[in-house]
T-cell receptor, first 118, second 114 residues
Framework: AQKVTQAQTEISVVEKEDVTLDCVYE???????LFWYKQPPSGELVFLIR??????QNEISGRYSWNFQKSTSSFNFTITASQVVDSAVYFC???????????????FGQGTILTVHP | EPEVTQTPSHQVTQMGQEVILRCVPI?????FYWYRQILGQKVEFLVS????????KSEIFDDQFSVERPDGSNFTLKIRSTKLEDSAMYFC????????????FGPGTRLTVL
């Protein structure tokens, strides 16, 4: 069974600080996909990134970067020079893909509430 | 940019009443999903739908729930007899095709059962 753990329930930082959100996953599949979604106070789920299990290259997109390490089953998300607009709940999610029986359901972590203070 | 839409944005109902939540997925997408998020909790998978039938469902998705794609555009979630614990945000999502594709979520419908 797949499982995603986000151990940090809440993080509070001051603007311009860097912050890393942790995500640890469990799966028996050799092929899987990892995601990060942002949920701002307005409530919608905004897709941020998808990584495939066979591609461990880290990725940077502006102030966002992601560190995928299969050896530790982690997919951490770093925001550099945080801004007040980054305040949101961030969810890590996993989708398994092996054996042709998966229809892509996402298993979410509990989410991390990030508050960025001015 | 195409997006998933959901109506209504907020639905208030009395316990025991039936509700239908509506979603319009992105037009060329083939896989459709419903998820639920109880206030302050994580997002939970309810059901996936492909080729006009349920492909997978969770333990939450019991006989009180049903899904339908009545025409080429709408995708609905029906709760037959609502309970207080059904109060949650319900998200619809759709995916184009292969598992490498991303699921895109609608803005959600907040269901309040009184």
């Amino acid at each position: 069974a797949q499982k995603v753990t986000q151990a940090q329930t809440e993080i509070s930082v001051v603007e311009k600080e860097d912050v890393t959100l942790d995500c640890v996953y469990e799966t028996r599949d050799t092929t899987y996909y990892l995601f990060w979604y942002k949920q701002p106070p307005s409530g919608e789920l905004v897709f941020l990134i998808r990584r495939n299990s066979f591609d461990e290259q880290n990725e940077i997109s502006g102030r966002y970067s992601w560190n995928f390490q299969k050896s530790t089953s982690s997919f951490n998300f770093t925001i550099t020079a945080s801004q007040v607009v980054d305040s949101a709940v961030y969810f890590c999610a996993l989708s398994e893909a092996s054996g042709g029986t998966s229809y892509g359901k996402l298993t979410f972590g509990q989410g991390t509430i990030l508050t960025v203070h001015p | 940019e195409p997006e998933v839409t959901q109506t209504p944005s907020h639905q208030v109902t009395q316990m025991g009443q039936e509700v239908i939540l509506r979603c319009v997925p992105i037009s060329n997408h083939l896989y459709f999903y419903w998820y639920r998020q109880i206030l302050g909790q994580k997002v939970e998978f309810l059901v996936s739908f492909y080729n006009n039938e349920i492909s997978e469902k969770s333990e939450i998705f019991d006989d009180q729930f049903s899904v339908e794609r009545p025409d080429g555009s709408n995708f609905t979630l029906k709760i037959r007899s609502t309970k207080l614990e059904d109060s949650a945000m319900y998200f619809c999502a759709s995916r184009a095709g292969g598992l490498t594709d991303t699921q895109y979520f609608g803005p959600g419908t907040r269901l309040t059962v009184l």
